[in-house]
């Protein structure tokens, strides 16, 4: 087993170096950012506890530390690109070649009869490197958790839904998606290049469809949450309106528009019309969770299915 | 020269289909914007500027319709094509050759390895292009309706996702993807290294532009004149009464202090650095230059390696 997975390994290794390499780069920018934008942060807010705004002054008593933060924020947005593109880079290159490589070398006949059958030759050789695309996933997940935890403007607070898609453990579970994506068809087309380019644009139809349904259930799961003006709420926001405080009928804004509630006249001394407490459609932060454990689900089956249609495939395909 | 296309498009029908399939549908997406977009000038013409969206041009000079929401859905898409069909293109052009170890046949066939490389690379080029064009033309006719007061030779608005920068772009990407993919001699790990180069290319042209052109400063005067559609702005600037510039820290300074406790004369004045449309041509050709100058030494480079590489 430990000769089969240095070998799995070794057959990719200048792959399995630089994207290796890129993981590095990514988890060390990320905490490094995440690390110096808390040091700037913190020093902004002792800046505003120390040095209150004078009245009648419209701008910042800090601004200094806004020089600083801006290209950090910048520097974040990259590294967040980078959170959601290594793993997915990680699934492709180190999935596509298992199989593509040996049936485009002409090997596979080779290897294939060398082992005792192919769907342990494809599990000996698939293992190791699935294995290092959720290890390394995972690591480039809790980085970007860092980071979005680290921003000016969460305080310690839950982002709730920001940053959905570069942060957290459920990128590995993306990535284990991409990696079955490039193993199936690797071993149905039979050649490195096109089956990468094949990955890329199936890898695209599957986050775009994956984005739809988690749309769609985080619609279906909004509820309406009561605000005041002085709330601070935190969730995916859908829509909003009035609800009526005595009957606790739900009004949208359009709705509530039609019916002149907004008229000067409608209104308290908060701005709000007079019987009824604003409300937000939302799925509150709490909930974070149970989409993130959805969303695993939906790429995990996405994984399996894919993975079982590559060891089919190389089960039945023609060696050459 | 025909047999020389007929084999490029052999050993490369896959990657060429990729592009083709890619331009094309960047093309048809762009132009299905472009032409509602046109139908909303149509209509507006008609209807007059106080229906939304017709006011927009007015104000802006553009329109805020769901049609502009699509089009900005595909600027990345357009924005990356010309650099991943070069890598698409440029790295298994020798690569494949060497990975399979027929390098050292193929190159002994012909009577010299630049002979060779020129055979390969050429046809490739051309086809490329060719499958790029579409998608070239459609981010023209997508600015020409995005932007419909405004001259699109004199607009940097959607800079590299039309014409022939588009284009242009596309070589030095494919010379970069072939020498990586000679160098390294392996497809998958020649693309890692080449994608990684290709894109610090992409940046770079990103951040030198506008290619040594000296910006104007503008008065800041948006709000009299909100319509400053084509030029490239490229920062903003404070001076003093005297004209002298003025560290910004030092501006916010002074522009945070309440207006009743500050003399008028001494308040920065804010001016955005500019490069005006009417000079979007001078930087078409200063960025063309400088492709042209590095595909040259890239080029070379290429030949040079070809020349010397261990055929196995």
């Given at each position: 087993m430990r000769r089969a997975m240095r070998l799995a390994l070794a057959m990719q290794r200048l792959e399995l170096w630089l994207l290796l390499g890129a993981t590095v780069v990514v988890v060390i920018a990320a905490l490094g950012i995440a690390w110096q934008t808390r040091a700037v942060r913190d020093e902004q807010l002792a800046c505003y506890r120390q040095t209150p705004s004078a009245e009648g002054d419209v701008t910042s008593p800090c601004h200094a530390h806004d020089l600083r933060l801006d290209p950090l924020q910048a520097a974040a947005g990259v590294a967040k690109v980078g959170v959601i593109g290594v793993p997915i880079m990680m699934g492709a290159f180190l999935g596509v070649p298992i199989v593509a490589r040996e049936l485009e070398g002409r090997t596979a006949h080779l290897t294939w009869s060398l082992s005792r059958s192919r769907r342990r030759w494809l599990l000996q050789r698939a293992g190791p490197p699935l294995a290092v695309v959720a290890v390394a996933s995972v690591a480039v997940g809790v980085a970007g958790d860092v980071l979005t935890h680290a921003a000016p403007w969460v305080e310690g607070s839950d982002p709730g839904f920001e940053d959905w898609w570069s942060r957290g453990p459920q990128v590995a579970v993306r990535a284990?998606?991409?990696?079955?994506?490039?193993?199936?068809?690797?071993?149905?087309?039979?050649?490195?290049?096109?089956?990468?380019?094949?990955?890329?644009?199936?890898?695209?139809?599957?986050?775009?469809?994956?984005?739809?349904?988690?749309?769609?259930?985080?619609?279906?799961?909004?509820?309406?949450?009561?605000?005041?003006?002085?709330?601070?709420?935190?969730?995916?926001?859908?829509?909003?309106?009035?609800?009526?405080?005595?009957?606790?009928?739900?009004?949208?804004?359009?709705?509530?528009?039609?019916?002149?509630?907004?008229?000067?006249d409608q209104l308290d001394e908060n701005g709000i019309p007079?019987?009824?407490?604003?409300?937000?459609?939302?799925?509150?932060?709490?909930?974070?969770?149970?989409f993130v454990v959805r969303e695993a689900g939906l790429f995990?089956?996405?994984?399996?299915?894919t993975l079982a249609i590559g060891i089919l495939v190389t089960q039945r395909r023609r060696p050459i | 020269m025909r047999?020389?296309?007929?084999?490029?498009?052999?050993?490369?029908?896959?990657?060429?289909?990729?592009?083709?399939?890619?331009?094309?549908?960047?093309?048809?997406?762009?132009?299905?914007?472009?032409?509602?977009?046109?139908?909303?000038?149509?209509?507006?013409?008609a209807i007059g500027a106080r229906v939304a969206?017709?006011?927009?041009?007015?104000?802006?000079?553009?329109?805020?319709?769901?049609?502009?929401?699509?089009?900005?859905?595909?600027?990345?898409?357009?924005?990356?094509?010309?650099?991943?069909?070069?890598?698409?293109?440029?790295?298994?052009?020798?690569?494949?050759?060497?990975?399979?170890?027929?390098?050292h046949l193929a190159w002994s066939m012909s009577r010299t390895r630049l002979r060779w490389l020129g055979l390969r690379l050429l046809p490739l080029v051309l086809l490329g292009?060719?499958?790029?064009?579409?998608?070239?033309?459609?981010?023209?006719?997508?600015?020409?309706?995005?932007?419909?007061?405004?001259?699109?030779?004199?607009?940097?608005?959607?800079?590299?996702?039309?014409?022939?920068?588009?284009?242009?772009?596309?070589?030095p990407a494919m010379l970069i993807g072939a020498t990586v993919g000679i160098a390294v001699g392996r497809q998958l790990p020649?693309?890692?290294?080449?994608?990684?180069?290709?894109?610090?290319?992409?940046?770079?042209?990103?951040?030198?532009?506008?290619?040594?052109?000296?910006?104007?400063?503008?008065?800041?005067?948006?709000?009299?004149?909100?319509?400053?559609?084509?030029?490239?702005?490229?920062?903003?600037?404070?001076?003093?009464?005297?004209?002298?510039?003025?560290?910004?820290?030092?501006?916010?300074?002074?522009?945070?202090?309440?207006?009743?406790?500050?003399?008028?004369?001494?308040?920065?004045?804010?001016?955005?650095?500019?490069?005006?449309?009417?000079?979007?041509?001078?930087?078409?050709?200063?960025?063309?230059?400088?492709?042209?100058?590095?595909s040259l030494m890239l080029g070379t480079g290429l030949a040079r390696v070809v020349r010397r590489r261990r055929p196995g």
């Open positions: 284990a998606a991409v990696f079955g994506i490039a193993l199936a068809v690797g071993a149905l087309l039979g050649r490195q290049l096109p089956a990468v380019l094949v990955t890329g644009g199936a890898t695209l139809a599957l986050f775009m469809a994956a984005f739809f349904v988690l749309d769609g259930w985080m619609e279906a799961a909004a509820e309406p949450i009561p605000i005041a003006p002085t709330t601070i709420v935190s969730g995916k926001i859908y829509g909003g309106g009035l609800q009526n405080t005595a009957t606790g009928e739900l009004l949208s804004d359009e709705e509530a528009s039609v019916a002149g509630l907004w008229d000067e007079r019987g009824y407490t604003m409300y937000f459609l939302m799925v509150p932060s709490h909930r974070y969770g149970e995990g089956a996405a994984a399996a299915a | 047999r020389a296309f007929t084999l490029a498009w052999r050993l490369h029908r896959a990657e060429l289909a990729a592009v083709v399939a890619a331009s094309t549908a960047i093309a048809l997406a762009v132009l299905g914007a472009a032409a509602d977009l046109a139908e909303t000038h149509r209509q507006c013409l969206p017709c006011g927009g041009p007015a104000e802006v000079g553009q329109y805020f319709t769901d049609a502009s929401q699509r089009a900005q859905i595909v600027y990345p898409f357009a924005a990356a094509l010309p650099f991943v069909a070069g890598l698409v293109l440029g790295v298994p052009l020798a690569s494949r050759e060497l990975e399979h170890r027929t390098a292009l060719l499958a790029l064009a579409p998608a070239a033309l459609a981010g023209e006719v997508l600015t020409r309706h995005y932007y419909p007061l405004t001259d699109p030779a004199a607009n940097f608005e959607q800079y590299g996702i039309r014409g022939p920068i588009l284009l242009a772009r596309f070589v020649a693309l890692l290294v080449a994608g990684a180069l290709v894109a610090g290319m992409g940046a770079g042209l990103s951040v030198l532009r506008p290619f040594g052109a000296v910006p104007v400063e503008q008065p800041s005067r948006f709000l009299e004149d909100p319509v400053q559609v084509g030029n490239q702005y490229l920062g903003i600037v404070y001076r003093d009464s005297d004209g002298t510039l003025m560290p910004e820290e030092q501006a916010w300074e002074l522009l945070g202090v309440p207006e009743d406790q500050v003399d008028p004369d001494i308040l920065p004045r804010e001016t955005f650095l500019v490069i005006l449309g009417e000079r979007y041509h001078e930087i078409l050709l200063r960025e063309a230059g400088l492709i042209g100058l590095g």
